[in-house]
């Protein structure tokens, strides 16, 4: 109902900055011992700072929730203060109040008038004593309509009393001041950082996520929620609607009707039969029309009952459109169904973890014991698919007790308590400590309990301190808080504030692939994550660490599906000369490369299409017809080498295409992955078997043959003309002008770029290198793949605008891994995260 | 003794949903490897303890008061009132932890995990089987239920001379089961105690996602189904791993797992949880009649039972029933009207007063004494009558203790004085049906006992002249 936080104080008016109405803001009235600093207020003396307006408006929506919640940061300037000192009050003399937080010595106290409570709010709810400490402090005092009222600090019960009675005796003349009473007299020192008012009660655990949230948390989500509802029901709905149903016949590359559903521009402009969209107006609109109908879309499935009322809704409430083009991609995963995904750690994220936590090393048993993650959407790291069988709890269990036999317990222990005696007092210490570092965040009081149980079970079965440690961490290390990245995603169904620790475990697992180090924790203990500036030295930090070189390895890995090469069996009798290392050596080029143009030369990303330069072992070196620089794998320059130069000429991509060099599978890899464009799946009852190739007939006849099938070539165009550049490439990646068969190769073609009319022709492989390396298109789509791999999902249509400034905030500052990074882990896709509430999911 | 006879109701008595068939019990009883049959009665010891104790002005109402529920069975208890544990006070230390140490020890604790001495079923346990129990018996065995678990003497009452424990403690009647019909791992015995443990952090493993798939998840829809999925499979795994493998053919059915809090859950910092009745009595009763089961089929001669911890906190619900009669409705939160630990039966022990009705304090103590009755009355079947007339529990030294005798904390000499303790017969070593004032410390009680079955140990300092307390032998 009230919130200020100091952000923008301005001629003595602190502003209220909630949103909500009647605002009620605060003048600082008497200023000598007040000073303003960037978000927060520093009192060193007697003051009067109050509202002009009186509280009525607010106190009238209390009486109806008869529930209240006052939530400060403060920063008490000594123990010593009494009164009890006033930090906030709404009163209107020391013997005549609402409610009021205040200082009393080392102890916080809240009084509150109810129907029950003296006029001067007694008895009031005090915090045991040397709870007030000389540092910022987060302090919450929440009731609730049953009368229940707790006091937080930091997070944590304090206090918890019944205050019976109802709100319906507040004084609407009183007025709300901060750091002294109505009319002075009972002085507070400090600084004040926000103040916030609720008219609901918050539950332990929501004073909690706020007091991990940090003082900056209510401001930044305010500022968030500025959407208006036809706009979000456009981005959320009615885009996928058009995607799913209507953009297959009416994109700018098939226009039936003369009809571009996908942009702005033409959607609204005349169709060659009327007006499509007309906002306000359904029955003037063709589009609500012929759907309504289902007479659209033709030869398909009409729209479903929902489908159509969100439709209905849209264009009667204006329809709004957000956004120039509706890209398909966005729309093959519901939001819903993966943004909020608990994801488990893959297998080298598990053996990263252990090695950091533990300094010990579990890759060779990890590689052994565990089932290997599984691709999806193009990663191995998306969250939906990284499941778990019983093959997985039999190996964590092993492993745990592996990790746990090479460490040495007691010393692992001393780091975080020194004392070894098994009394509750120290075990909960030692569980406390050991477990924020070993799970990568703070305990719950639950979990504390848990851990320290294994402690007393040993005890009981005569076993000693080292061994309760060690069952206690065998526990810690197959817990879910070990295992997964656990975050909070029930709440009310808005995006949130992630908190300190979640987003510390957001940066560490997207650029190092593995948990926080000290640093990084200590960091988010004190709220610094929140701090943009001091955000940004940790990350900078963590980007020049040389696990962020490794870690960005795995992301080309699992983009180009480098594993593969490790099964790569081609027919002997096309490849009598294939060896397996051949395979290894194309993994080992790719990788090199990427290092070298990405970190080494620090390029833009999109450089990766036509860096002229790659790293060949000898072998690799003649399979590729050029000479061999020394023994082992070595730099080549390849300016002079017209035929080579960008991932697509090396080997790890085209054997994408297999034996037969397929045009379909290379042209699928290009608009999949590097233009982000959709296609549907063959219908059914199409023979899909490989043409094969013959004098006369080059695998780009054969291409052409189905671009010129009624059938097949609506699709077909959209993504084998992308490979037609490749066809000198044989199967594993040999140049050549000639097939097998003394057919002449060709490497000219055309590229659509999906959401373009328009097609781009190119003479040789070089110009569709250049070509990929200059489209926005594809620097678009590296960015998008980044953010996919770093957030361990596949994106939706909810994510699309901030991947839209993820992305010019990256190209703004050259486009490289550096700057994409940065612009990912400073985002809201990772600084927020959607919450799913608990109504909505009965809904479902 | 003779073969013993398994009573049907015995099995099914308390064991709710639980199925363990009777034929196969029988069947079992012909098995071998299950402790063999012997023509001789056997010498057992075993002690019972129930926590917080009794206040000494209490005691002496006799089977009149809170201890009415024993008086069925009081021709075979010898009641002493005025047993003094004060030898076992440490300044500073928790005084429910002190007087649970001195519980059937009569030594001070010694640090966090460990007793100051041996228990005494253990020291007649090494005087009459010093070449070891017969084949295939379990030898010493330690359950309990009870929550709070901050150190061990508050739950553990069978200690070896060293003072360590006697055994693992089993908290849950399927771990109680399955030690008594060994249903665990192939592995050599000394690693048997590694695989309870191991499975113990199994099952904290399960309570942790347990909760991030239950209602109280922070997680969404997806996740936690997804949770739910990974703990299905730690289940299966652990059917696999501890239920599958070398299961004897013929033992019966486990229980079903407990749904009471274990584990750390149990005792949350000391705070306390809240239990209804009815769940408490069911899972105890399983407990008692699991472990009475144990001792028939002679799988287990020594050992301890407890039913709550010293110091514990418990928030009670529920109709307590007596004979027929309601006897209280607990409430301990609303009654004391606080919340937390201050809401904990726990606190009617601190306001007693002798000369108020303390009609709280004297319900819960009679619930306790009616859930020991009914473990002693197992003992006490007609199907329990052994090779010389009398019942198992005649034969048997079960002691009886608890933690204190005044829980108000104020005067630590009079919170370990008058202590209430109760014995059998032992075989006729003891006075039965009767109850003595025997005025004596707890070590020279014990000592006695002791001497009866010809143990040359003592408890307690060696250079202390022991009294005999003969007014208690037959």
């Keep these: 109902m009230a919130l200020y936080d100091f952000q923008q104080v301005k001629d003595a008016i602190i502003p209220d900055v909630s949103g909500v109405s009647p605002k009620l803001d605060l003048v600082i009235k008497d200023g000598k011992h007040v000073s303003v600093e960037r978000g927060f207020l520093r009192i060193t003396g007697s003051t009067q700072i109050s509202s002009e307006q009186n509280v009525a408006g607010f106190a009238d929506v209390l009486r109806q929730t008869n529930e209240l919640t006052l939530e400060a940061w403060v920063k008490p300037a000594n123990l010593k203060q009494e009164g009890p000192a006033r930090i906030v009050t709404i009163s209107k003399n020391p013997s005549e109040r609402n409610a009021t937080l205040g200082q009393q010595g080392d102890q916080y106290d809240v009084r509150l008038r109810t129907t029950r409570t003296t006029t001067n709010g007694i008895p009031s709810l005090s915090s045991p004593k040397k709870i007030v400490q000389t540092q910022l402090q987060h302090v919450v005092y929440s009731r609730n309509r049953f009368g229940l009222a707790r006091l937080f600090v930091d997070g944590r019960v304090v206090g918890e009393e019944k205050i019976v009675g109802d709100l319906r005796n507040w004084d609407n003349g009183y007025h709300l001041a901060l750091a002294n009473e109505v009319g002075g007299d009972r002085v507070w020192q400090g600084e004040i950082h926000l103040v916030a008012i609720y008219n609901r009660s918050l539950t332990p655990d929501d004073a909690r ?15 968030e929620k500025k959407t208006n509802p036809n ?14 149903h209507c953009l297959e016949c009416h994109d700018p590359a098939t226009k039936k009707g003369g009809l571009d559903l996908s942009q702005k521009s033409t959607a609204f402009a005349a169709s060659d039969s009327g007006k499509t969209l007309i906002p306000g107006k359904l029955s003037e609109s063709d589009l609500w029309v012929y759907v309504e109908s289902d007479e659209m879309p033709k030869k398909r499935t009409a729209l479903s009952a929902q489908e159509k009322e969100a439709l209905k809704t849209w264009i009667a409430g204006g329809a709004t459109w957000t956004f120039e083009t509706i890209d398909p991609a966005l729309y093959q995963h519901q939001s819903d169904g993966v943004r909020t995904f608990v994801r488990r750690l893959t297998v080298d994220e598990f053996t990263e973890t252990v090695r950091v936590i533990f300094d010990v090393d579990i890759s060779q048993e990890a ?24 093959g997985h709890v039999d190996a964590f269990a092993q492993l745990a007790e592996i990790i746990v036999n090479r460490l040495d317990v007691k010393k692992f222990a001393q780091r975080f308590e020194k004392s070894e005696k098994l009394t509750d ?17 703070p305990l719950d009081a639950d979990e504390i309990n848990i851990f320290r149980g294994i402690s007393t079970t040993v005890a009981s079965a005569g076993g000693n301190f080292e061994e309760a440690v060690g069952f206690i961490l065998q526990s810690m290390i197959q817990s879910p808080r070990f295992i997964y990245i656990m975050e909070r995603e029930r709440g009310l169904g808005e995006s949130r504030i992630v908190t300190g620790y979640e987003l510390a475990n957001r940066l560490s697992y997207i650029i190092w692939g593995g948990p926080p180090d000290k640093p990084l924790l200590d960091a988010a203990e004190r709220f610094e994550l929140q701090d943009e500036e001091k955000l940004h030295k940790h990350v900078t930090r963590m980007l020049a660490d040389p696990r962020a070189r490794t870690h960005s390895k795995d992301f080309i890995s699992q983009w180009l599906n480098l594993n593969r090469l490790n099964h790569l069996s081609p027919d002997p009798k096309l490849f009598p000369n294939w060896s397996p290392q051949i395979a290894k050596d194309m993994q080992q080029e790719t990788l090199r490369y990427f290092e070298d143009v990405v970190w080494e030369q620090q390029r833009p990303l999109a450089d990766l299409l036509n860096a002229q330069v790659t790293y060949l072992s000898p072998e690799l070196a003649k399979h590729y017809g050029l000479s061999p620089q020394g023994n082992s794998i070595a730099r080549y320059e390849l300016e002079a080498v017209s035929s080579r130069g960008g991932l697509l000429t090396q080997g790890s991509v085209l054997t994408i295409g297999g034996d037969e060099a397929s045009m379909v599978t290379r042209g699928l890899f290009v608009l999949h992955d590097l233009l982000r464009g959709t296609v549907k799946d063959p219908p059914p009852c199409v023979d899909t078997t490989p043409v094969p190739t013959k004098p006369g007939l080059t695998n780009r006849d054969v291409a052409e043959m189905r671009l010129k099938n009624n059938a097949c070539g609506g699709c077909h165009a959209r993504f084998e003309p992308l490979a037609f550049g490749l066809e000198r490439f044989d199967g594993l990646g040999t140049y050549r002008v000639k097939d097998q068969y003394g057919n002449t190769l060709r490497e000219d073609g055309q590229i659509l770029i999906p959401g373009s009319a328009e097609k781009i022709a190119y003479e040789n492989s070089t110009e569709l290198m250049n070509l990929l390396a200059k489209s926005e298109r594809v620097q678009e789509s590296l960015t998008w793949k980044v953010t996919q791999f770093c957030l361990g999902r596949p994106l939706v249509a909810a994510d699309a605008r901030q991947v839209q400034q993820i992305h010019e905030e ?13 612009a990912i882990v400073t985002s809201d896709l990772v600084k927020t995260s959607p919450t799913v509430s608990l109504s909505s999911e009965e809904k479902r | 003794m003779t073969q013993p006879r398994i009573s049907r109701r015995t099995v099914l008595k308390g064991l709710g949903g639980i199925t363990i068939g009777l034929p196969l019990l029988e069947e079992m009883m012909l098995t071998h490897g299950w402790g063999a049959p012997v023509a001789e009665v056997p010498t057992r010891a075993f002690n019972v303890f129930f926590g917080l104790g009794i206040p000494a002005p209490l005691q002496e109402e006799g089977y009149d008061g809170v201890l009415e529920p024993l008086k069925p069975l009081k021709e075979k208890l010898l009641i002493m009132r005025h047993v003094d544990q004060v030898r076992c006070d440490e300044k500073g230390i928790n005084a429910h932890y002190d007087g649970a140490s001195g519980a059937f020890t009569a030594t001070p604790p010694n640090g966090e995990a460990k007793s100051g001495g041996a228990s005494i079923d253990q020291l007649i346990r090494r005087t009459v089987y010093q070449d070891g129990l017969p084949k295939g018996m379990v030898s010493t065995l330690v359950a309990g239920t009870f929550f709070r678990r901050s150190r061990v003497s508050r739950y553990v009452h069978s200690y070896n001379p060293d003072g360590s424990v ?19 791992g192939s592995s050599a015995d000394g690693d048997l105690r590694k695989e309870r443990l191991k499975r113990s952090v199994l099952d904290t493993v399960v309570d942790q996602y347990k909760f991030y798939a239950g209602q109280r998840s922070p997680l969404g829809k997806n996740s936690r189904a997804k949770i739910a999925t990974h703990l299905e499979r730690i289940r299966e795994f652990e059917q696999r791993a501890y239920e ?16 009471l809090a274990h584990g750390g859950q149990a005792d949350p910092g000391g705070e306390g949880i809240d239990m209804r009745l009815g769940d408490l009595v069911e899972e105890w009763r399983l407990m008692a009649d699991l472990y009475a089961l144990a001792v028939q089929i002679d799988r287990v001669r020594f050992g301890a039972l407890t039913f709550l911890a010293a110091g514990e906190r418990l928030r009670i619900t529920g109709d307590y029933e007596y004979g027929g009669r309601k006897v209280f409705t607990f409430n301990d939160e609303k009654q004391l009207g606080k919340s937390g630990s201050a809401g904990c039966s726990h606190e009617w022990w601190h306001q007693f007063r002798e000369n108020k009705k303390n009609e709280q304090l004297r319900a819960h103590i009679h619930m306790k004494m009616r859930e020991v009755a009914y473990f002693l009355s197992l003992l006490d079947q007609p199907e329990m009558k052994e090779a010389n007339g009398r019942t198992v529990l005649e034969n048997s030294l079960i002691t009886v203790s608890t933690e204190s005798g005044d829980g108000r904390h104020s005067d630590p000499k009079r919170e370990l004085s008058g202590i209430f303790h109760a014995i059998t017969g032992a075989n006729n070593r003891f006075k039965t049906g009767k109850i003595l004032n025997v005025k004596a410390e707890g070590i020279d009680v014990y000592n006695s006992m002791l001497g009866s079955f010809g143990v040359k140990d003592r408890l ?9 307390v003969d007014k208690i032998r037959a």
């Design chain 2, 460 to 468: 307690g300092p060696n250079d202390r002249e022991h009294q005999q």
């Design chain 1, 367 to 390: 590689k052994e014991i565990l089932p290997p993650d599984l691709r999806a959407d193009g990663f191995t790291n998306t969250g939906y698919n990284l499941t778990v069988d019983l």
């Design chain 1, 425 to 441: 007092d120290n075990m909960r210490k030692l569980v406390e400590n050991m477990g924020r570092w070993v799970l990568r965040g």
């Design chain 2, 166 to 184: 006697a055994a693992t403690m089993q908290e849950r009647p399927r771990d109680l089961f399955d030690r008594v019909f060994g249903t665990i």
């Design chain 1, 209 to 223: 996520q706020h007091f991990r949230a940090g003082p900056n948390a209510a401001t930044k989500l305010l500022a």
């Design chain 1, 231 to 244: 706009a979000e029901l456009f981005e959320t709905r009615i885009a996928g609607i058009l995607a799913k």
């Design chain 2, 244 to 259: 599958m493998k070398d299961k004897h053919p013929l033992a019966p059915k486990a229980p079903k797992p407990s749904e």
């Design chain 1, 810 to 822: 990256s190209q703004s500052h050259g486009g490289t891994w550096y700057t994409l990074i940065m």
